[in-house]
Every structure is written in C-alpha cells, then in structure tokens.
C-alpha cells in the first residue's frame, strides 16, 4: 500500500498562469519523499522537484538558489516553511491554512488558502510598483521645475504651491487605479 499527498486542483492551472506571466523556474522543496515529489512535480508542470528535506535542508536549498537567481520566492504554510520563507527574497504565506510562524515570517499573506490568487498578487504588485515609479517622476519632476522657477522668479510662492498641491491629488488618482485592477 502506498500513501502520497495529491496535489490541489487549481495547482496546474496556476502554475500555467505564473509561467504566462514570466516565472521562469518553479521548484517543489518538500518533506515528502523524492519519487512522490517527482510524480506530483510532473503532474502539474513543475520545473523541478527537491524531495526528502527537512526545514534546514530547505533554508540551504534557498541560499543556493538565491547564489544562482537574482530573486526567490518562496510560498509555503507550515511551521516547517518558515525559516525558508525567512531566507527567500520573497515569502509567501498562504492564509488561512498557514500557521503562526509562517504568516509572521512571510513578506506577504494570501489571506484565503487559495494557490490560484497567487498570479494576481504578482501582478497586482508589479503594477504598484510601475504606478509608484510613475508617481515619484510625477512628483520629482514637478517639485524640480517650480523651485528652479519659484527661485528665478518665473512663477510667484502661491502659484507654486497650487501647482504642487495638484500634482499630489494627481499622484493619488493615479494610485486609486490600483482599485481597478483585475486579473487578465
């Protein structure tokens, strides 16, 4: 008789999604034994498979691959993810089903024990970190055209103020489209 964990539904499907949207490389680190995790890596279209390690050999197999990678994120929901979690560019915490240790040590937490809100969150921080990039040019590149013209007297104090006080409401519009992001 021989026992394994199935991956969940959405699984495959996610991974499909995280791979359209440019993630190059997913590797399975699990405690689980190395054919299992080699069947489930296979089924659902994982680049690679480590089985058979215990919480420290996964915190090595992280620091190895952040040697190799410019970047690594690590999704995870138990106790045993944790130290992993901590030592990846990026921790992620699957919600409700995570434990304590592992929602406090991730940088982010998907709050429904759902996989397939994973593309999303990617996205959705990709696009804040544009419209961030948007906002500090927006802001610099008007805060540098009124001081040199308050200064030289091209533009008086109170113009100046108006003019910045507008750029600040328009970096916030610019913001509340967040609010309308959706998944593609």
């Not at 992280?62 to 040697?67: A, G, R, S, T, V």
């Not at 921790?91 to 991730?106: F, K």
């Amino acid at each position: 008789i021989a026992l394994m964990d199935t991956p969940r539904e959405a699984a495959k499907g996610t991974l499909k999604k995280l791979k359209e949207i440019g993630i190059k490389r997913m590797i399975m680190l699990t405690g689980d034994n190395q054919k299992v995790a080699d069947a489930v890596a296979e089924e659902i279209g994982l680049t690679d498979a480590w089985g058979s390690l215990l919480p420290e050999e996964k915190v090595d197999a992280i620091k190895e691959l952040k040697e190799k990678e410019s970047k690594v994120a690590m999704v995870g929901d138990g106790v045993n993810d944790a130290p992993a979690m901590a030592n990846s560019t990026v921790g992620i915490a699957m919600g409700a089903a995570g434990s304590d240790v592992a929602l406090e040590t991730a940088d982010i937490a998907l709050m429904a024990d759902k996989l397939e809100t994973l593309p999303f969150a990617i996205g959705l921080s990709r696009k804040a970190k544009a419209i961030i990039r948007q906002n500090l040019w927006v802001s610099l590149g008007i805060v540098a055209l009124l001081i040199p013209s308050t200064i030289f007297g091209l533009a008086n104090i109170g113009v100046a103020v108006v003019i910045h006080e507008g750029s600040t409401l328009l970096v916030v519009f610019n913001a509340l489209r967040l609010l309308a992001y959706k998944k593609d």
